[in-house]
């Protein structure tokens, strides 16, 4: 599921810029249910405890996991008290700086809720996992892999490997000049960023090498093959939770595209230079 990044202490303060004195708000702005604690006499909402301890993952039934959501609810509720006694409020950051936290968990909650709405089906499941299995092939590869951002520096290199020198030894000469020199193992061709690579791969023999750059939008690649390891994907149910996972977060970033879409924004704020136009 996509994740907005949320400070969740900011979000148990009033929420500020409402147009409302703040004398007229209670501090916690959601409390409803049963309490779950009482703090200077307050009931304290158990959602909210329920709520701190699946952002936590933790358990509210285990007693050392519980003691910590009631210690940091506790600890929000208290510094939001403070907030209001001290007169916090009133500074324009303190209120712009707990709006955005406000919003943060409004969108986190409203993607969890259209999630909830829209479950992704066993059948979509299978459907993802199959196309994976294809395009992840039988094979993983063990390769070597020199990238550079300037194409002179890897057309050189890869005259020395058309000149027969082994590309570890290529790989120690240009080492300096290359944005990466790296070795990996156990790589499938559905993980590698760009097709171009896959196909090169594909085309090579263990202890050959690519006689001309790759150009992708990460630079010029050269790449040695080391070796290709017969690969068994895992089983449906092994990976049915992150195929799950992948799939909401697909979902939800279609939704919020969307929205976005639909939407008619006018930035006043843009640097000089900029659009400073409607943008989606």
């Given at each position: 599921?996509?994740?907005?990044?949320?400070?969740?202490?900011?979000?148990?303060?009033?929420?500020?810029?409402?147009?409302?004195?703040?004398?007229?708000?209670?501090?916690?702005?959601?409390?409803?249910?049963?309490?779950?604690?009482?703090?200077?006499?307050?009931?304290v909402s158990r959602e909210l405890l329920a709520a701190v301890a699946r952002g936590r993952a933790l358990s509210a039934d285990d007693p050392a996991?519980?003691?910590?959501?009631?210690?940091?609810?506790?600890?929000?509720?208290?510094?939001?008290?403070?907030?209001?006694?001290?007169?916090?409020?009133?500074?324009?950051?303190?209120?712009?700086?707990?709006?955005?936290?406000?919003?943060?968990?409004?969108?986190?909650?409203?993607?969890?809720?259209?999630?909830?709405?829209?479950?992704?089906?066993?059948?979509?499941?299978?459907?993802?996992y199959e196309a994976q299995v294809a395009k992840a092939g039988t094979s993983s590869y063990d390769f070597d892999q020199l990238l550079f951002d300037?194409?002179?520096?890897?057309?050189?290199?890869?005259?020395?490997?058309?000149?027969?020198?082994?590309?570890?030894?290529?790989?120690?000469?240009?080492?300096?000049?290359?944005?990466?020199?790296?070795?990996?193992?156990?790589?499938?061709?559905?993980?590698?960023?760009?097709?171009?690579?896959?196909?090169?791969?594909?085309?090579?023999?263990?202890?050959?090498?690519?006689?001309?750059?790759?150009?992708?939008?990460?630079?010029?690649?050269?790449?040695?093959?080391?070796?290709?390891?017969?690969?068994?994907?895992?089983?449906?149910?092994?990976?049915?939770?992150?195929?799950?996972?992948?799939?909401?977060?697909?979902?939800?970033?279609?939704?919020?595209?969307?929205?976005?879409?639909?939407?008619?924004?006018?930035?006043?704020?843009?640097?000089?230079?900029?659009?400073?136009?409607?943008?989606?």
């Open positions: 599921m996509r994740k907005l990044t949320v400070v969740l202490g900011c979000l148990l303060l009033a929420a500020c810029g409402g147009g409302e004195e703040p004398a007229r708000r209670e501090v916690l702005q959601f409390n409803a249910g049963q309490p779950g604690m009482i703090v200077d006499g307050k009931p996991q519980h003691e910590r959501v009631l210690r940091e609810l506790l600890d929000y509720v208290l510094l939001a008290q403070a907030a209001r006694r001290e007169g916090a409020e009133a500074d324009a950051t303190f209120a712009a700086d707990v709006e955005v936290a406000r919003l943060q968990g409004v969108a986190n909650a409203m993607l969890g809720w259209y999630a909830r709405r829209h479950p992704i089906s066993d059948e979509a499941l299978k459907t993802e300037k194409e002179a520096d890897a057309v050189a290199a890869a005259g020395e490997l058309a000149g027969g020198k082994a590309f570890d030894k290529v790989a120690d000469a240009w080492r300096a000049r290359a944005q990466q020199a790296q070795a990996y193992k156990g790589v499938h061709l559905a993980q590698l960023p760009a097709p171009e690579l896959a196909q090169a791969l594909q085309a090579l023999k263990p202890g050959e090498a690519t006689k001309v750059p790759i150009k992708t939008r990460f630079g010029y690649h050269l790449l040695g093959l080391v070796a290709v390891n017969p690969f068994t994907p895992p089983a449906f149910d092994q990976v049915k939770g992150e195929l799950r996972r992948t799939l909401t977060a697909r979902q939800n970033e279609a939704y919020v595209a969307g929205l976005r879409e639909k939407s008619s924004v006018q930035d006043l704020n843009a640097p000089a230079g900029g659009p400073g136009q409607a943008t989606r």
